[in-house]
């Protein structure tokens, strides 16, 4: 069973500039997360989401980060414009219900110059 | 304050060491307990999962959950340089945030034969 993927898996880009992560979940996976990792730090919760519904976007810093599941299964975060502190890994995780077990990506990791 | 904190370190031992990783917290809604391990350069995967306090045992693996005084371990026996890793605690509870987990920071471990 193929597991969470992401894309880019690195991607370096100048500040100021557009950048656009995606995920594919496990097959079958309604809720689907965005976790930022900053270096040394553990995740922390971007937003989740419940087939489209994003049930839980509080933590998403709104003025220049968006996000979309369409269709209930794979999902793109976008981040315009991209700002030096917005370098980190980007990890997206699945799982079949809300108090499951979380199957992670291997994450998209961003350098902003 | 967050509200999991967990020792960074590095810590290095022998294979074959008994090793100790531990996480405190501050929030009395958490009920459920995680252990995640994650290599360089990938995704978290699931180590360990407890609800509420008591141990449980999976292989060399043991976690412990202490919610009378919000502690939480992970002991690794035989401990093998493949163990090489960082791991993270996580927690999370059933309340408004329903499905966001909590995590630390990570310690990193480092085995050597």
């Known amino acids: 069973e193929a597991g969470v993927v992401q894309s880019p898996r690195y991607k370096i880009i100048e500040k100021k500039q557009p950048v656009a992560f995606w995920c594919n979940p496990i097959?079958?996976?309604?809720?689907l997360y965005w976790y930022l990792q900053n270096l040394g730090q553990g995740p922390e919760l971007l937003i989740r989401y419940e087939n489209e519904e994003a049930v839980d976007d509080s933590q998403l810093p709104k003025d220049r980060f968006s996000a979309e599941r369409l269709k209930g299964v794979d999902s793109t975060l976008k981040i315009q414009p991209a700002e030096l502190g917005d370098s980190a890994v980007y990890l997206c995780?699945?799982?079949?219900?809300?108090?499951?077990?979380?199957?992670f990506g291997e994450g998209s990791r961003l350098t902003v110059l | 304050q967050k509200e999991v904190e967990q020792d960074p370190g590095p810590l290095s031992v022998p294979e074959g060491a008994i090793v100790s990783l531990n996480c405190t917290y501050s929030n009395s809604a958490f009920q459920y307990f995680m252990w995640y391990r994650q290599y360089s350069r990938k995704g978290p995967e699931l180590l360990m999962y407890t609800y509420s306090s008591g141990n449980k045992e999976d292989g060399r693996f043991t976690a412990q959950v202490d919610k009378s005084s919000k502690y939480i371990s992970l002991f690794i026996r035989d401990s093998q340089p493949s163990d090489s890793a960082t791991y993270l605690c996580?927690?999370?509870?059933?309340?408004?945030?329903?499905?966001?987990?909590?995590f630390g920071r990570g310690t990193q471990l480092t085995v050597w034969p």
């Open positions: 996580a927690m999370s509870d059933r309340g408004s945030t329903l499905g966001r987990l909590y």
């Open positions: 995780a699945s799982s079949l219900v809300v108090t499951g077990e979380l199957f």
């Open positions: 097959s079958g996976h309604n809720t």
